[in-house]
């Protein structure tokens, strides 16, 4: 890719202002260097949202996609700071109903790139028929996703209980006087 070649790039967060908040610093940041930025949330989110410095209103836009209604999701609700922590699910479940409209407006726009948040594991099957690049943003640190462990150690049997949690796992194997 050339340099100089501007790119229209969407940008896709989960609903928590943890993740709205870094996503768009690197929207903005991207959009100084002159690339198209569609910023992709939910009306609410996006009012929450600081305004934006005149000089990137035209090349930074948001693109609004009402939450689907979802039973046991509290109407209205468009993020975490608005449900307790046992309706997060419920706001997760709405969350890949946005997944429709989506996808209707990748394909009615020419985004090259999608920067997204960990959430929308069904991202990859839109954007791949459609020639989109996708790039995975994460707000936590190396050290949190290593802690974490790879997919086998998330989908395994070895760490349940919240203890387990609180110990170096297995996987690091690096002198620790933890």
Request: cysteine-free; charged content about 20%; proline content about 11%.
């Amino acid at each position: 890719m050339d340099r100089t070649e501007k790119l229209h790039i969407a940008m896709f967060p989960w609903l928590a202002y943890g993740h709205t908040m870094p996503f768009l610093e690197v929207s903005k940041f991207l959009a100084q260097k002159g690339h198209q930025i569609s910023y992709i949330s939910t009306p609410k989110n996006i009012s929450r949202l600081p305004k934006l410095p005149p000089h990137l209103s035209s090349n930074l836009s948001f693109v609004e996609f009402s939450l689907p209604h979802v039973h046991g999701l509290p109407p209205g609700v468009e993020s975490t700071s608005e449900v307790p922590i046992e309706k997060v699910p419920y706001l997760k479940r709405a969350y890949d109903k946005i997944r429709d409209p989506l996808s209707d407006f990748l394909k009615n726009s020419n985004v090259n790139w999608i920067i997204h948040d960990s959430l929308p594991y069904w991202l990859p099957g839109i954007a791949a028929p459609l020639g989109i690049n996708l790039v995975f943003f994460g707000i936590f640190n190396a050290s949190s996703f290593a802690f974490a462990g790879p997919p086998s150690a998330l989908l395994g049997d070895s760490r349940k209980r919240p203890e387990d949690f609180t110990v170096v796992p297995e996987w690091i194997d690096y002198p620790s006087t933890t």
